[in-house]
């Protein structure tokens, strides 16, 4: 009964909800807020042949007030407004962040990595491929109030590779460190001499390998902006629902390793395969782990992360159940948004709301699949969910055990240390 209630009430948000966008008046019988969108421009950052621009711009422009954000799309341009394309300059992400000013306080996400992947939205390369529309009924709602004295800002961090030029473009993007003939990272820290490549050898203000005709052509550094569109509802209790967001890392093995904390190393390695797996066929790099959602509720949209070389990513249930299968657009041809050989998007999920359901505590698993045909460095394998909360809250709590990948438990007093 009180389920058939609810999604009466649903159904009639859906109906509201999407009115917004109908040219119709008389189909809002509920007065539905308006869709707002609007483009900003970061501040410039500035390239040469081969090197990186990994930026953060604190109180950059954005929708204020107490709002519902209904989609994020970032894009790189230069001067003129053009989009840059990727063989140029290789995005390899932009992070969007709340915090609260004037001091730089974080608000993060609600995923077990928000130390480190905090942000409310983020992309790499995928980013002018990738739908990040949020579903009606739902919005990611911000500027619900700050404490006293502070206030809500945004902050951007753009980290892009200029690749022309580049010796081997791969091998920039890529971020490996004899590429940029780096032995310390960004504090003056040593790398160790297992690490092959990733953040830790891509900092700001490095340079890649060029050509000798691009290393000194004389030309000023190129002028670039990460433009972004964003669209957002005023808020309104009855119209949109709120979502949380999780961002889960195939690198963190707390679970595993019986450690309390998450601990997400955000990249990893992809070895080039041996030649038995070669001669097999079997050159695929499927790495996985268990990560818990704090709380429970309805799925309503989920996408993946990868780098070039990825072949997919799926994200389980406790039981095995497929929540998504996220899978990388590769382009074909030369212009922005198509590029040859790189990752332009991602296919995403936007399950019919109550169909995919995770309960609270429950632990999923990321599977992150690259091909190892040749070794990648500083490959990611991320999954960004977002989770409208349960309606009503009489979930079973989970079982200790799991049969996705294989059979596997979780010994009880890691389990109660959890909740
Ligand atoms: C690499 O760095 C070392 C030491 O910092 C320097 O001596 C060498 O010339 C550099 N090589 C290239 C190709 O830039
Ligand atoms: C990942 O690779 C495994 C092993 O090859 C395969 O069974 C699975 O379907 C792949 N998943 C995705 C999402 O591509």
Request: charged share 20%.
């Amino acid at each position: 009964m009180k389920t058939i209630m609810l999604l009466g009430i649903i159904v009639t948000l859906v109906a509201s909800g999407s009115a917004a966008f109908l040219p119709t008046t008389e189909a809002a019988t509920v007065r539905a807020p308006l869709l707002k969108t609007q483009t900003f421009l970061s501040p410039p950052f500035f390239l040469r042949p081969g090197g990186i621009a990994n930026k953060w711009y604190y109180d950059v422009d954005f929708p204020r007030g107490h709002v519902a954000i209904k989609s994020f799309n970032g894009d790189v341009v230069d001067e003129a407004g053009a989009p840059v394309p990727l063989h140029e300059t290789y995005l390899h992400h932009w992070l969007v962040s709340p915090y609260y000013g004037p001091s730089a306080i974080p608000i993060t996400n609600s995923g077990p990595c928000k130390d480190l992947l905090g942000q409310y939205f983020g992309l790499g390369s995928e980013t002018r491929r990738t739908a990040t529309w949020v579903p009606d009924p739902y919005g990611i709602e911000i500027g619900a109030g700050a404490p006293a004295g502070y206030e809500e800002r945004w902050l951007i961090n753009v980290h892009a590779i200029d690749t022309r030029g580049a010796a081997d473009k791969l091998a920039c993007t890529e971020c490996r460190c004899d590429a940029y003939n780096v032995t310390v990272d960004e504090t003056g820290n040593r790398i160790g001499n297992g690490y092959v490549g990733g953040i830790h050898c891509c900092y700001d203000s490095l340079r890649c390998r060029v050509e000798d005709a691009f290393a000194n052509n004389g030309e000023p550094p190129r002028k670039l902006f990460l433009r972004y569109t964003v669209s957002w509802l005023d808020w309104s209790d009855a119209v949109v629902l709120p979502v949380r967001i999780y961002i889960l890392d195939v690198t963190d093995t707390a679970l595993f390793d019986g450690s309390p904390k998450p601990y997400c190393k955000i990249e990893y390695r992809v070895d080039e395969c041996s030649s038995d797996d070669r001669a097999s066929n079997n050159c695929v790099d499927m790495k996985t782990t268990k990560e818990m959602v704090s709380h429970g509720g309805d799925v309503v949209y989920a996408v993946a992360h990868l780098h070039r070389g990825g072949l997919g990513s799926s994200l389980h249930g406790q039981d095995g159940r497929l929540l998504c299968k996220s899978m990388p657009i590769y382009g074909t041809g030369q212009e922005a948004g198509n590029e040859e050989g790189y990752v332009v998007g991602m296919s995403t999920c936007y399950p019919e709301p109550g169909t995919v359901k995770v309960s609270d505590g429950e632990v999923l698993t990321i599977v992150s699949n690259y091909s190892s045909e040749r070794q990648h460095t500083g490959v990611m394998g991320h999954f960004y969910i977002l989770v409208a909360d349960h309606q009503e809250q009489a979930l079973d709590k989970p079982a200790l055990c799991f049969s996705f990948p294989y059979s596997w438990c979780l010994p009880a007093w890691m389990w109660s240390n959890q909740m």
